[in-house]
């Protein structure tokens, strides 16, 4: 890869790749390869050197690119199986409905989440409490039974 008449070492390509994978300068360096003790270092600089930002956004946009062609081509076929007139029902039907998924038709699954706070457990006492004995509640001993 060369960006602006400068050829990139093999460890800038690496953490090229690296960056757009995870989003994080420093773990794109240690995966590229970069030392670990330097590796928050080394990614914010190469972060800032103006010919890796453009090799950065020009990686991105063959990604996305690609991206986009893939998924007009899966489109194209999904509607090609829609509309074939061979298909059965059910297969109209599930390509339809999966061009809908792709396009973004459908509103995301709804996913419960739990969350906990622990900030309580500060207050809990791990001693067990001193409960009283009491006796055994026996209903024939009661008087108010009739």
Same mark, same amino acid.
Request: include cysteine.
């Given at each position: ?23 994080? !300068?420093? =773990?794109? &360096?240690r995966?590229?390869?970069?030392? =670990?003790?330097? !590796?928050? @270092?080394? +990614? ?9 930002? @453009? ?5 991105? +946009? ?5 991206s986009? *062609? ?9 509607? %090609?199986?829609?509309? !074939?007139?061979?298909?059965?029902? %059910? ?10 998924k ?15 706070a622990?900030?309580?457990? &500060? ?12 006796? %055994? ?6 008087? *108010?039974?009739?």
């Amino acid at each position: 890869m060369t960006t602006n008449s400068r050829k990139l070492t093999d460890r800038q390509e690496r953490f090229i790749v690296e960056y757009l994978g995870c989003a994080n !300068a420093a =773990e794109a &360096a240690r995966r590229a390869g970069y030392s =670990e003790n330097t !590796a928050k @270092q080394t +990614g914010y600089e190469n972060l800032t050197k103006p010919y890796l930002k @453009q090799a950065i956004e020009a990686k991105r +946009g063959e990604i996305m690119q690609d991206s986009e *062609d893939k998924v007009a081509w899966l489109v194209e076929r999904l509607t %090609a199986e829609a509309t !074939a007139a061979d298909n059965g029902e %059910a297969t109209r039907v599930r390509a339809l409905e999966v061009i809908g998924k792709v396009i973004g038709a459908y509103a995301p699954e709804k996913v419960e989440q739990t969350t906990f706070a622990g900030g309580f457990l &500060a207050d809990v006492d791990l001693e067990e409490p001193d409960i009283p004995d009491h006796p %055994a509640f026996n209903p024939l001993d009661s008087e *108010d039974l009739h």
